[in-house]
């Protein structure tokens, strides 16, 4: 069975600073790995995925993550946080073995917020 | 806007009572997901469909049942609700080629709340 980690609940971290939320899985095989963001009262929102190729992926908004196999780890980064980045990130994997259903396993989530 | 659509936003209901929760998918996309999201079980995958037929269950429900019509819009159907239905229900479309392949897009959600 796969699953995903997020160690923290809440990062705080000031704005213009560099910002990473935490996320580590486990499946077989190769992973698929995503990140959303979950802003008060919206749906969640595509910010970037790791099928294969380069480690460093980059998203939307600049977001980046960085997939690293031995340590089973996809964290997310930004090089300077904006308030408004403040929301509940989700990272989420799939197996590739997961056939035509492909669902998504999510995290509990991380709640970041930036300090102005 | 991903282009899902969700209706309805809210809902409020009392316990005992069934209801339907309705999801279009966007434009060109066949497989159509649901996820509850509640305090305690965080996000969780339902049920998929794709191109009108079951393709993976979850932790659903047996109270709880869906399906997806010819036009491809998916209904979510809630029945004998207990105060613990109550969650965000996001409904999801996944991507069918190239670089939106394997992502899902998600719906703004229908927040139920059961009284």
């Known amino acids: 069975a796969q699953s995903v980690a997020q160690p923290e609940d809440q990062v705080n971290v000031a704005e213009g600073n560099p910002l990473t939320v935490k996320c580590t899985y486990s499946?077989?095989?190769?992973?698929?790995l995503f990140w959303y963001v979950q802003y008060p009262n919206r749906g969640l929102q595509f910010l970037l995925k790791y099928i294969t190729g380069d480690n460093l992926v980059k998203g939307s908004y600049g977001f980046e993550a960085e997939f690293n196999k031995s340590q089973t780890s996809f964290h997310l980064k930004k090089p300077s946080a904006l308030v408004s980045d403040s929301a509940l990130y989700f990272c989420a994997v799939r197996a590739p073995s997961s056939g035509s259903a492909r669902q998504l396993t999510f995290g509990s989530g991380t709640q970041l917020t930036v300090l102005p | 806007d991903s282009g899902v659509t969700q209706t309805p936003k809210h809902l409020i209901t009392a316990t005992g009572q069934r209801v339907t929760l309705r999801c279009s998918p966007r434009?060109?996309?066949?497989?159509v997901y649901w996820y509850q999201q509640s305090l305690d079980q965080g996000l969780q995958f339902l049920i998929q469909y794709y191109n009108g037929e079951e393709r993976a269950k979850g932790n659903i429900l047996e109270r709880f049942s869906a399906q997806q019509f010819p036009d491809l819009h998916s209904e979510l159907n809630l029945s004998s609700l207990e105060l613990g239905d109550s969650a965000l229900y996001f409904c999801a479309s996944r991507g069918l080629a190239g670089t939106e392949a394997d992502t899902q897009y998600f719906g703004p959600g229908t927040r139920l709340t059961v009284l």
């Open positions: 434009s060109g996309d066949l497989s």
């Open positions: 499946v077989s095989g190769n992973p698929y």
